[in-house]
């Protein structure tokens, strides 16, 4: 069976700090995975998707960056945090039936 | 522009009761729809998919889908509060890359 993890589960952090948050698959070979992200009460609004290591395509631009530096794990990043980037992001793989599966999330908040 | 609109915003019905969603795209290339649950504070979970035009039916939940008018509907019927949660309706077009959500029905299910 296939396992998603997310890491970590929740980060407070300054404004103008780095940021670095990661998503690891198991049990799925080459899968596609995608970056959510949602903010309080808001819409899940897709940042990022990936179907293969080193290949990383931006859906909205919100002053973050990704990479995909292995098969299975996906990272999120920024060099500088803003306000707006508090929220709940989510990794989702694409499983059967095209069907988006998410991990438990990463709440952050910016203060 | 929002690609996937959703009514109600909000939904209360009482326990045992029959509560109905309504999920449309405004993107005549999209061809596959899902329906999530999403309780408070986790990540959404995939409830049903449908592709067709038709209805599935599933336990307590019911999708339609009108594919000429890009339109689906979730039915639930002997609503628990256990149901209580934000539902999203999520579409997408061939390209997987991109799936969209709707801002979500807030549902209530009062004892």
């Known amino acids: 069976a296939q396992t998603i993890h997310q890491w970590p589960v929740a980060e407070i952090k300054a404004v103008g700090s780095p940021l670095s948050l990661g998503c690891t698959i198991k049990?799925?070979?080459?899968?596609?995975l995608y970056w959510y992200w949602q903010a309080t009460g808001g819409t899940l609004q897709q940042l990022f998707y990936s179907i293969t290591v080193g290949q990383v395509e931006s859906v909205v631009q919100l002053n973050l960056s990704a990479s995909r530096p292995k098969d299975d794990q996906f990272i999120l990043s920024t060099e500088k945090l803003l306000l707006s980037h508090s929220g709940f992001y989510l990794c989702?793989?694409?499983?059967?039936?095209?069907?988006?599966?998410f991990g438990s999330g990463t709440r952050l908040t910016v203060l | 522009q929002q690609k996937v609109q959703q009514s109600p915003e909000s939904l209360i019905v009482p326990e045992g009761g029959m509560a109905s969603l309504n999920c449309t795209s405004s993107?005549?290339?999209?061809?596959y729809f899902w329906w999530y649950r999403q309780h408070s504070g986790k990540s959404p979970k995939m409830l049903m998919?449908?592709?067709?035009?038709g209805e599935k039916e599933e336990g307590r939940f019911t999708v339609h889908l009108n594919k000429a008018s890009l339109h689906t509907s979730l039915h639930i019927r002997d609503s628990q509060p256990s149901d209580s949660a934000l539902y999203l309706c999520?579409?997408?077009?061939?390209?997987?890359?991109?799936?969209?959500f709707g801002d979500g029905t807030q549902l209530v299910v009062k004892p």
């Open positions: 049990g799925k070979s080459s899968p596609n």
């Open positions: 989702a793989w694409l499983g059967v039936a095209e069907t988006l599966y």
């Open positions: 998919s449908i592709f067709s035009n």
């Open positions: 993107d005549r290339n999209v061809d």
């Open positions: 999520a579409a997408s077009g061939n390209n997987n890359n991109r799936i969209f």
